[in-house]
């Protein structure tokens, strides 16, 4: 059954040679999308009059430089300026005193003998490899639970989207008691249930997805509202099709939904991942990178290496490591994504 | 039985988002010392002793204040400066427009943290550690806000700035009383967002903010939890620190869940 419905969305793809609802699940994050690939069409705007040369258009350029003026002398002190200064910083061995000698590869060399380093990465993308399927998985049912349900969707949707405005601070602050082996509220629990204790930060195998849980419980709201609007421009014929042809419920989510919510749900993977590997302030409060560096994140690392040992140069180093990934996730998301478009 | 499912699975997927508040306010109302967990959950024995001690045991006022001058005063000159950037984006023509365009949001592909150092050596260099300004200027170079502008802009129509120029207003005026007032839908999205991401934020302020006094509520918060405050002072804290994002959120609910729907707006 499931297949006849694939095969139909198939043909009618053929023949209009278009995926049929892909499109419209794709229109609604096209916003979005552009904002992280910064791929969009560059079109013509303005009242234009006359032709280059003329002195209404020197006017004209002459008021727009000036309306991006304030703008663009903070672009270039705070954003331009301070990533070219972090690959030169990367190269020299600048420290808290401000004297500096030009080093050339020695900080990456250094960095590439450092376990610190390496055990920092490895512990980020394990948070990363956890964090990122338990956050989206979160989101993908309780967005399609909202989406098959009209029970006051609005106030449960309001409701799982409300820590997402909290900070993760807060988050971490109140998840680190809940945690706690003695008091917490989860020990307490468990301990009626005659289980447990669980030491679930104080142990190198728990503290990871801990953490995880805590940043999931604050940040599901938001992928779950960007899926559940996919979910929404779903074109209700499609599954209604399905529907009749007689499939079960999971047969349509599987076989009709999943397709067309791909770009969607890729588009949230990868914000998501890129967020996760940045992930410093849930470990400062929760763990402060323990127990023994079990959760001693790259940034965190690379907080130590400047603001504790005021090594500027090494840290600069180590955030190039972190542009270096964060980019790579954006290429492979502008790879996929510009192929789903094509 | 499926017909109820559903609802179930709601509900409980509910429970599990309340809870952590339902702990925090019970905790922080219940009696200090002692046992925290059952004493937390005897309502008749609620009180504010929590938060009048936090409030006398560490700067929470000021903190707040910071909290507040930090969102506020970024809301205002992010709104005033992408709003501007983006009407020259949008609707005029000038030389380098595409490329300075670009090189704004190329700017998202660098993660904060990964010009942290330099960006901390520059303002320290500029005095600027341990002041508001050096608190609040760094953060204002906001893409996400002038592309939101720019491409709000572009769907208003051209004839509207002609006619006010045929009549002779100057550009500023044109920007101050036609512009501002078609764009306030965006205004207040964005207004919204930009008051939650520095009202949460943490990093920046952790290191540009040195002194207790320059705390703001965030930084503050993980203090109180490092110098090991008791857990209904820090409760009481924790409280605090999210009754202005409850408010925000309490008021615009549906608002914002949209726009994020719509813009996709994340910090």
């Not at chain 2, 959950?41 to 936090?54: C, E, G, L, P, Y």
């Not at chain 2, 609040?136 to 939101?148: D, K, R």
Request: charge should be neutral; glycine fraction near 8%; hydrophobic fraction near 55%.
């Amino acid at each position: 059954m499931s297949e006849e419905i694939t095969r139909d969305t198939a043909s009618r793809e053929a023949a209009t040679g278009e995926p049929v609802a892909r499109e419209v699940a794709t229109a609604r994050v096209v916003t979005v999308r552009e904002q992280v690939t910064g791929k969009q069409a560059v079109r013509e705007a303005g009242p234009h009059q006359g032709r280059p040369g003329t002195p209404a258009r020197r006017r004209e350029a002459l008021v727009g430089l000036a309306f991006v003026a304030p703008m663009l002398v903070l672009f270039i002190v705070f954003r331009f300026g301070p990533t070219i200064g972090a690959a030169f910083l990367s190269l020299t061995d600048y420290r808290l005193s401000g004297e500096w000698r030009f080093i050339g590869a020695e900080n990456y060399t250094r960095l590439f003998a450092d376990d610190v380093f390496w055990e920092s990465l490895g512990v980020t993308a394990v948070y990363t490899a956890v964090y990122v399927p338990m956050t989206v998985l979160l989101a993908l049912g309780t967005a399609v639970l909202l989406h098959r349900t009209l029970w006051l969707r609005g106030f449960f949707r309001g409701l799982f989207f409300l820590p997402y405005v909290t900070s993760i601070v807060l988050a971490a602050v109140i998840w680190k008691w809940i945690y706690q082996v003695d008091d917490g509220l989860l020990n307490a629990t468990l301990g009626a249930l005659s289980l447990g204790p669980v030491d679930f930060l104080g142990d190198e195998s728990l503290v990871l997805p801990s953490i995880a849980a805590t940043s999931a419980w604050k940040g599901f709201g938001y992928t779950m509202l960007i899926l559940l609007a996919g979910l929404q421009s779903i074109p209700r014929e499609i599954t209604e099709a399905a529907t009749i042809d007689g499939t079960t419920a999971w047969q349509r989510f599987r076989w009709v939904t999943l397709p067309l919510l791909r770009p969607v749900l890729f588009f949230v993977l990868v914000i998501e991942a890129i967020q996760a590997f940045q992930v410093f302030d849930a470990m400062y409060v929760m763990t402060a990178g323990g127990p023994i560096r079990a959760s001693y994140s790259l940034v965190y690392f690379l907080y130590d290496s400047g603001f504790k040992y005021f090594d500027f140069g090494y840290a600069s180093a180590v955030g190039l490591m972190l542009f270096l990934v964060v980019l790579i996730f954006s290429l492979i998301q502008r790879r996929l994504i510009g192929r789903e478009a094509d | 039985m499926a017909r109820l499912r559903l609802p179930v699975l709601l509900i409980l997927v509910a429970f599990v988002t309340v809870t952590p508040f339902l702990v925090m306010v019970l905790v922080a109302f219940a009696p200090p010392g002692g046992q925290a967990l059952p004493g937390a959950f005897d309502i008749t024995r609620a009180t504010w002793q929590n938060f009048t001690d936090v409030l006398n045991g560490a700067d929470i006022g000021r903190w707040a204040l910071n909290s507040l001058v930090y969102s506020l005063v970024s809301v205002v000159l992010i709104l005033l400066f992408s709003s501007m950037a983006g009407y020259a984006f949008a609707k005029k023509r000038f030389p380098g427009r595409e490329i300075l365009f670009w090189a704004f949001l190329a700017t998202l592909m660098v993660p904060f943290q990964a010009t942290l150092i330099p960006y901390y050596i520059l303002v320290s260099k500029m005095g600027g550690v341990d002041t508001y300004w050096g608190l609040i200027v760094p953060t204002l170079a906001n893409s996400q806000a002038v592309f939101l502008m720019r491409q709000f802009m572009y769907q208003l129509p051209d004839e509207l700035f002609e006619a006010a120029k045929i009549d002779g207003a100057s550009e500023w005026r044109i920007y101050t009383t036609i512009v501002i007032p078609l764009i306030r839908p965006i205004l207040a999205t964005l207004g919204v967002f930009v008051f939650l991401w520095h009202w949460n934020d943490f990093l920046w302020p952790l290191v540009i903010g040195q002194s207790e006094q320059m705390r703001t509520l965030t930084v503050g918060l993980a203090t109180l939890e490092g110098e090991n405050t008791a857990i209904n002072q820090i409760m009481a804290g924790a409280t605090i620190t999210v009754v202005p994002c409850l408010l925000v959120f309490g008021l615009l609910q549906r608002y914002l869940t949209d726009s994020i729907a719509t813009t996709g707006l994340k910090s």
